[in-house]
């Protein structure tokens, strides 16, 4: 309880602060984060400078009480803006989340509602990005849970076996093991697949002398771990082998960067050069990392335009990979949490070359 009054009030100081007099939230993430609520796709908060109001349908009229005791509960009936007009009636502006409400729904409110309209960005995600502890202990629970499952699936995969039913295995696990749902649907690719950063498993089945991809992660207490690791199946090429220990190279030169003061472009720049050194920077086609907690691409972004700092009590991923049409891939990604004097690595599987 305390800790949700201390976002509140939080966001009640950011409010006033641009002379915001009631603030709708409508991403779901921001909804349980603000509320505790886990059914926010059918909801909205109200906040007035007095009141929070979890404005719902009857569905939900039970897991309210349970989830978000101290709110007030309002039930609109195919969410016509009734209740919120009511609410909203004597103030002069409402601010809300312009990048989760859609433009039909912005139209109708502002036919439905009196007060002036005004679209807004990160009220909540500024709070969101550094994680206190019960964050943090949810995330590196999620970790561990990716952890184990790739211990599993090591002794599991075989040739003969598809991307497909890997990644089957993969969400499987992560719910057997104890989280809630997979936080991303896996990528599982294999051999010339592997090519495809954001590859989609199919029914291509593993083969002797294959790479296999693999990155996921699930959603432990609405909080997620994300990791990727490439694995080899029976001979490692010496070709592979020595692009494998290229980009492990970057990835640990990535990790040992991170700490608290560093800006998330000189980070990103450090990785992209030692690949560059290694002759392989042309193959590197995505930034360094993300942010991640409740939402698998967060704030901060470790990426060549990203001005943030990195701030103690932020948890980012480091995840060079080079992708090479024809040939295949290979990424490495372990999520971390920024100290003030380094970081602390969540992800602890094998970074040593894999055979199965
Ligand atoms: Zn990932
Ligand atoms: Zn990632």
Redesign the pocket.
Known sequence: MFVIENRISELRKRMSSLNVETFLVSKPENIRYLSGFTGGSDAKLLITPQDKYIISDSRYREQIVRESPGWCPVEEKNYDNSQLALLTANFSNMGFESQSISYDTFKLMEVDLKSQLLPLTDMVEKDRIIKDQDELEFIKKAAQIGDNVFTDMIDQIKPGMSEKKIANEIAYLLRERGCEKEA?DS?VVAGENAALPHGKPGNRLIADGDMITM???GFYQGYLA???RTVAVGKVSTDLYDKYMAVLEAQELGISLVKAGIRCKDLDKAVRDRLKLLGLDDFFLHSTGHGVGLE?HEQPTVSAKSEAVLISGMVV?I?PGIYIKGWGGI?I?DTVIVKDDGCEVLTRSDKAILKI
């Open positions: 991303f990528i990155d996921f992660g994300d990791m990727t698998v991923t995840e990424r990604e």
